[in-house]
């Protein structure tokens, strides 16, 4: 027979395995019959297997509560409290236990032999239990993380309700460098222990120096909810909030279009945490994505280039500097992105569209580009396409020429301006030659039918330049 003080030497570190004896316990206990209290006593049974620990215990209160002499309801209130790893709040039920049945026993007065010897392994497990937890101990305060977090692996395996081990895991976790690790250990022992402020502060901190303010702001909150007056969780409140606004200040104006904006917003994010790596390259990488949209591509890759020389699997930073590289016409540049961008997701649809149209354009460039014969940017607006064309046009007009070769070159080149002027400043036909088809190639075209603006110089005599479409009105003639 086991005496109860030889068990609950123990119970500060093995509590579990006082859920085991309690059963054993109750099922000799002589207690006076309550229905209420029976129907308490159950129910929180129930609620603590289940790991419903604030439940149970308001079970167990109820039980105390109603049948103050029921040793029972102060006993597995106790398990509860030592569940929770409030030890303190566990003795004196223990010790209001002892008082109310002196005789008090973990089995019962005649145990058969199959209960004692579980009782017996139990105790043994119980040492091997405490030897773990002197080690783990020993091996955090010498730094060695790894052998502490394969120590308390072990013990939580069995004790999966100690909130003070769970807490000390997650320090070892951090320290070896695995802060998710960690944030799943610290939000368990937020649920078992009550008011853990320290475990809602600790989880905020991880996720903000993961990047995820999002989640920060959001735990921060529950530990002021415990306690508004918390000093730290109040400072990182703000300074979190502070962060959260600007980002989604940046994120509303990038989804108008206002990229420029955006962009302020995003060098301002920097500014406010310019310690955590991570919130610089997440601003460096929208920076470089609002400069790809606003077709500012020297600056996009630039920008780009910078983050991915800190992530160079960055998928994001590679399709928008590919973007960049595509109005840069740096086709093998834009191709190499978008192929490196796939490997890293290869069912990404933009990236397989975005290739595709860069192979089309480095082909079509090896043919005939309207962009180059009137010498203007892929984003250049219409005025300026017409007014490249026009300079163009007046250079290249055959009145110009009197030699019989030049004449017949400047027919040609004369020819190319006109049907680049015809191209870019038609916005569907721009779209086909931007997607790397040519309007004007009858190869490229179905149906056949020839195409209009393969014409001799016959065909373009008394073309006017100055004019934005639509009938020709006079004809040049230079002497």
């Known amino acids: 027979m086991v005496a109860p003080g030889s068990v609950t030497s123990r119970l500060g570190s093995v509590f579990p395995f006082l859920l085991v004896l309690v ?8 207690c006076g019959v309550n229905a209420d209290v029976e129907k308490h006593l159950e129910l929180g049974k ?11 215990l308001s079970q167990f209160h109820a039980a105390v509560d109603g049948d103050p002499d029921n040793y029972i309801a102060y006993y597995r209130r106790a398990t509860v409290f030592l569940a929770m790893g409030k030890s303190k709040a566990a003795l004196p039920d223990l010790t209001k236990v002892i008082e109310l049945k002196m005789d008090f026993t973990a089995l019962k007065s005649n145990p058969s032999e199959n209960e004692e010897k579980e009782a017996q392994a139990q105790l043994i497990k119980s040492d091997e239990m405490q030897r773990l937890r002197s080690q783990a101990l020993d091996a955090f305060e010498s730094s060695d993380y790894t052998a502490a977090i394969t120590f308390l692996d072990k013990i939580l395996e069995v004790c999966v309700w100690d909130a003070e081990l769970r807490e000390l895991r997650a320090e070892c976790f951090i320290k070896e460098g695995e802060p998710r690790k960690a944030i799943s250990d610290l939000k368990a022992a937020s ?14 901190t991880l996720y903000y120096q993961l990047g995820d303010h999002e989640l ?24 979190v909030k502070k962060l959260n606004k600007l980002i989604e200040s940046a994120e509303e104006l990038i989804r108008d279009g206002r990229y420029t904006e955006a962009t302020s917003k995003y060098e301002s994010v920097m500014k406010t945490e310019p310690s955590v790596s991570e919130y610089t390259i997440r601003s460096k990488e929208r920076i470089c994505h609002c ?31 590919a973007e960049a590289y595509l109005i840069e016409e740096m086709y093998d540049e834009a191709i190499q992105d978008y192929e490196t961008a796939q490997e890293h997701n290869e069912n990404d649809q933009q990236i397989r ?11 079509q460039s090896q043919k005939r580009d309207y962009y180059k014969i009137l010498g203007v940017k892929r984003n250049a607006k219409k005025q300026e396409i017409i007014k490249a064309y026009r300079k163009l046009a007046l250079q ?84």
């Open 23 to 30: 059963d054993l316990q109750y099922e000799g206990a002589e």
């Open 46 to 56: 129930k609620l603590l297997a289940a790991g419903q620990l604030a439940d149970a």
């Open 191 to 204: 649920k078992l222990k009550n008011d853990n402020t320290e475990a809602f502060y600790k989880i905020s």
């Open 216 to 239: 920060s702001l959001s735990e921060v909150r529950e530990c002021l909810k415990l306690d508004q007056d918390h000093k730290r969780c109040f400072a990182h409140y703000k300074q």
């Open 291 to 321: 400069f790809s949209k606003d077709e500012k591509p020297v600056e996009a890759i630039r920008v780009c280039s910078e983050v991915l020389q800190m992530e160079a699997d960055n998928v994001n930073a590679l399709k928008d500097r």
């Open 353 to 363: 569209e975005g290739l595709e149209k860069a192979q089309r354009l480095l082909k």
């Open 396 to 479: 290249w007009h055959p009145d110009n020429f009197q030699n019989e070769e030049e004449k017949k070159k400047a027919e040609k080149k004369f020819i190319d301006i006109a049907a680049a002027k015809e191209v870019l400043s038609d916005p569907e036909m721009r779209k086909k030659f931007d997607d790397g088809e040519d309007p004007l190639d009858a190869e490229t075209q179905q149906g056949g039918g020839g195409n209009p603006f393969h014409r001799s110089w016959n065909s373009w005599q008394g073309f006017n330049p100055f004019s934005s479409g639509g009938p020709f009105r006079f004809k040049f003639h230079f002497n």
